[in-house]
């Protein structure tokens, strides 16, 4: 059965641009809001005085600085990509404080009124690479269920968690886009063709490392850093300067090497002696996991161990390919007006009532265990 989108989107409106001074005033006048611990259970809303970055600008660790190169690219018109699911868990545990928090600066420093699309993913979205692999993200199922029971959300409240994201998203004039049976990342990946062919250029916000392999002049990540409390940008310069290859290796380099986070088995489980320094060299002088395989089927391509495990293990490299690499296919369409400049008016009162909102529920979370208890 086919899979059908499920988009909602508030209608946008264009007010006047406000200076960025105004912008973190209004956000900085929800620090009259009590903030109160992790452990009571209350959402902490903190904000940094400083703009960062600046449009101009790219974030490289602690510091700014311009890049001259860049003028170019900056003068195109920003597209941001929220992959909200991973927002909306601290560690390993469900947090709609953490969305509150993240989301907050994401819209006050980051974002400010660019457009932004927020993708979730999809029920059974991992399906179709467990098929592939069974232990695909297994990992983190396992991880999930080592949470003690009084920490995990009941499924009907974490549905009730995941309306009251949706509806914060669309009273801040954010598309939402869910396709069933597709993962966030796949929909990202799918749009972002679409958008870079209208000449935009993309940010796509998440911490999901997988996005690394879309990285190009018009593609950059921001991800948020809890050791530091902000957003921080990553680039093509950083991917380069990171990994000493470009982002087209990415994907071919992590199919050889595996990937433990996500359960995705490296070649070295079969031959130990097959490393990073290997795969770098062969994959620079061949420029893709296709090309080397396409090299190794009718010619020595490397020392004798590294020859031998690209013919004996070629069909488990290709696997690890399709299971890792992003779809860029799903059946959604980018609408024209998810590219308006954002209203941003509400957002300061809009986040003040949903902070309050969780304030209030998660106290009479508490108040029911207390009685419980007695």
Known sequence: MASHPQIQYAPFSLPPRNSRTQKVKTWKSLLSLPSLSHNQATATCKFNSTLYPPKNEICDGESTEKKSEDNKISRKKRVFFLDVNPLCYKGNIPSLDSFAHWISLFFSQVSLDDPVIAVFDGENGNDYRRQLLPSYKANRRKLSQQVPASQRFPRSSFGRSHKLTLYFLQKCNVPVVKIEGH?????VATLIEQVLQRGYRVVIA?????????????????????????WSFYTLKHYIAQYSCDPQSDLSLRCILGDEVDGVPGIQHFVPGFGRKTALKLLKKHGSLDNLLSAAAVRTVGRQYAQEALTNYANFLRRNYEVLSLKKDIDVHVEEQWLSRRDTRNDSVILGNFVNLLREKQNLCWQNRSHAMH
Do not use: G, N, T, Y
């Open 183 to 187: 993962e966030a990342d796949d929909v």
């Open 206 to 230: 998440s911490p999901d490392k997988d996005f690394k392999q879309l990285i190009s002049e018009d593609v950059q990540i921001v991800m948020p850093v809890p050791e530091l409390d902000r």
